[in-house]
């Protein structure tokens, strides 16, 4: 994973289909206060497109990154209000 974040908080989504790696993502950034990152930790492939939609279509929110490590996606997410 990466470490160039300042996450506040790591949501770990392993195992989960869509849709429940947004889902959860929203559920967890409603919770952040504005400025904090969240990593999300997916090994759904489909969550790459689909927190990236997510995050494009949301406001208040900004992909800041998605990596791949193996079969782990890492999404970082920041809460913008």
Known sequence: MSAEYDTTE??????ASCPM?????KQAIDGLAAGEVLEVLATDSG???DIAGWADGTAG???????EDGDVYAHYVRKTE
Request: charged content about 25%.
């Open 47 to 49: 969550s790459v497109s």
């Open 21 to 25: 790696p947004v889902i959860e993502t």
């Open 61 to 67: 929110v900004e992909l800041l990154d998605q990596t």
């Open 10 to 15: 790591t949501l770990d989504v392993r195992g």
